[in-house]
């Protein structure tokens, strides 16, 4: 497979595939694509943040291994490692980082922030994740992983004080 060299047409959206892992159509934007998918996950992130911790992660888990499947097949269609359109990485991305957040605006919008922050610069070990797989679990795996470094420093910040 080889990188994108055009932007998928609108049309794709009829395919259920191209559908959700192009995020209902987010993926389609044409600037800044991976930020129009996690924006698409801030309400349902705000909806589940009430969820126990538990069923939000069987929730994300579940998100997770239909992400691996839908964005593989996605890509395999586009006959694209890694699609920009495809965003619905993002999206369980950005709930996997606010799992352990409280609802509440300033916690989603800085979740948001570090995790478009970790998942756009690909710190060590996350660009080497990016590169090291194919398929549906290398287009998940370095979202999940960038979500865990931003869902760190958002708990470290929670241990901070306020004076």
């Not at 932007?7 to 600037?31: D, E, T, Y």
């Not at 509440?104 to 710190?123: G, H, N, S, T, Y």
């Not at 660009?127 to 979500?147: E, N």
């Amino acid at each position: 497979m080889s990188m994108p060299t055009e932007k998928p047409s609108a049309s794709l959206l009829a395919q259920p595939v191209h559908l959700i892992a192009f995020g209902f159509g987010a993926g389609l934007f044409p600037k800044a694509p991976g930020t129009a998918g996690t924006l698409l996950a801030v309400v349902p992130a705000w909806l589940i943040a009430g969820w126990s911790l538990q069923a939000k992660a069987v929730l994300i888990a579940a998100l997770f291994i239909f992400g691996v499947w839908i964005c593989g097949e996605s890509a395999r269609r586009l006959q694209s490692h890694d699609h920009p359109a495809i965003v619905w990485d993002e999206v369980v991305g950005y709930l996997a980082t606010c799992l352990m957040l409280p609802a509440e605006p300033l916690w989603l919008l800085l979740a948001f922030v570090l995790f478009r922050f970790f998942d756009i610069v690909k710190p060590w070990p996350i660009r080497d994740l990016d590169h090291r797989l194919r398929g549906g679990i290398g287009i998940m795996r370095d979202d999940i992983v960038a979500a865990a470094f931003a869902a760190v420093c958002l708990l470290l910040v929670r241990l901070i004080p306020i004076v």
